[in-house]
T-cell receptor, first 112, second 119 residues
Framework: NAGVTQTPKFQVLKTGQSMTLQCAQDMNHEYMSWYRQDPGMGLRLIHYSVGAGITDQGEVPNGYNVSRSTTEDFPLRLLSAAPSQTSVYFC???????????FGSGTRLTVV | AQKITQTQPGMFVQEKEAVTLDCTYD???????LFWYKQPSSGEMIFLIYQGSYDQQNATEGRYSLNFQKARKSANLVISASQLGDSAMYFCAMREGQGGGTSYGKLTFGQGTILTVHP
């Protein structure tokens, strides 16, 4: 039981490049979400999904795309990276009817 | 309006003493849950304690307790007998709504409090 796995752990991108942050969970959680963490701002919700084929925007969705083709995977795509997207990204999952969350270990992204 | 407010950017405590980290919240939903997470310098998010809005008693988990004052909308974390390993960032977070609803999945976080434990 691996929990929530995020890859890569570190990434440096040039402005304008695109990339996908991977998130996978093996707990059959319906709910998956992406957060970004910036100094002094806590964690802010980017996108979330309540099941395969269903996604919705969170608080700061601009510049990011998501899809949920399977229960296990919830990738986050940066379409054209900008320095403002330099942040630490966390993926989290949970059962819809339970309160507990499981977080991934995070991806530290730097856009230069 | 901020849904979760942590007014203490930084706190200092002497080893073996108790410390309280403040958290106030704002919601009109009668059903909600409050969480505290610890984030050490290594970066992972570690769940500490949970309090449901209908729970009659304050939550406790080992050295952690949650001082839940519903009327004041506060959910302060109390760490007893602080240890050097408690030095970390601490986040308060809230989940609103009933289980099964789409809004139930969203966690709203406060800005965090950096706790430093001195020997």
């Amino acid at each position: 039981n691996a929990g929530v796995t995020q890859t890569p752990k570190f990434q440096v991108l040039k402005t304008g490049q695109s990339m996908t942050l991977q998130c996978a969970q093996d707990m059959n959680h319906e709910y998956m979400s992406w957060y970004r963490q910036d100094p002094g701002m806590g964690l802010r919700l980017i996108h979330y999904s309540v099941g395969a084929g269903i996604t919705d925007q969170g608080e700061v969705p601009n510049g990011y795309n998501v899809s949920r083709s399977t229960t296990e995977d919830f990738p986050l795509r940066l379409l054209s990276a900008a320095p403002s997207q330099t942040s630490v990204y966390f993926c989290a999952s949970s059962y819809l009817t339970a309160w507990g969350y499981t977080f991934g270990s995070g991806t530290r992204l730097t856009v230069v | 309006a901020q849904k979760i407010t942590q007014t203490q950017p930084g706190m200092f405590v002497q080893e073996k003493e108790a410390v309280t980290l403040d958290c106030t919240y704002d919601t009109s939903d009668p059903s909600y849950g409050l969480f505290w997470y610890k984030q050490p310098s290594s970066g992972e998010m570690i769940f500490l304690i949970y309090q449901g809005s209908y729970d009659q008693q304050n939550a406790t988990e080992g050295r952690y307790s949650l001082n839940f004052q519903k009327a004041r909308k506060s959910a302060n974390l109390v760490i007893s007998a602080s240890q050097l390993g408690d030095s970390a960032m601490y986040f308060c977070a809230m989940r609103e709504g009933q289980g099964g609803g789409t809004s139930y999945g969203k966690l709203t976080f406060g800005q965090g409090t950096i706790l430093t434990v001195h020997p």
